[in-house]
């Protein structure tokens, strides 16, 4: 009875070396892609509350392509977006409706020559401001025509 219980303890002595380093690696890889990620998304979520603040402004159907920039752009500097984000913002004025495009794609170096690619597609039409934030229209068509 005795030998039985000393094997089960032998057993029982918890993670070897090679168990805690591969646990410490797992997790140190997962901190590096959430360090290396998460101002990507912390951007995206800043970009979501400015097209919905923008959304919520009465005047923006009268408002210029210029007028809606530096609105954005405003807001953007108080949040400190800065890069991709800022310089893929598009205007497109239809008959009926207003499209505020940020579409872009970021590439952040992860490990040595890995990356991790991103990609980011916000918009806003003014004929539909409940539906903020989720691309509706399809733009390319209309850089095709430009």
């Keep these: 009875m005795g030998s039985a219980i000393q094997v089960s303890l ?22 590096t892609c959430v ?3 998460a101002p990507a998304y912390v951007d995206a979520r800043y970009i979501n509350e400015a097209l919905k603040t923008l959304g919520e402004n009465p005047e923006l159907e009268n408002m210029t392509v210029g007028q809606i920039k530096k609105e954005m752009g405003r807001f953007f500097l108080i949040n400190n977006v800065r890069g991709a984000p800022t310089e893929a913002l598009q205007v497109v004025r239809g008959a009926k409706s207003t499209v505020v495009s940020i579409n872009y794609e970021l590439r952040q170096p992860l490990v ?35």
Excluded: H
């Design 112 to 146: 040595y020559n890995v990356d991790v690619v991103m990609k980011f597609n916000k918009q806003l039409d003014t004929a539909k401001p409940e539906l903020c934030c989720d691309p509706l229209v399809d733009l390319e068509q209309f850089r095709k025509r430009d």
């Design 10 to 31: 032998g057993r029982q002595r918890g993670m070897s070396y090679w168990g805690w380093l591969l646990v410490i690696a797992v997790l140190g890889f997962a901190l």
């Design 35 to 37: 360090s290396k990620m």
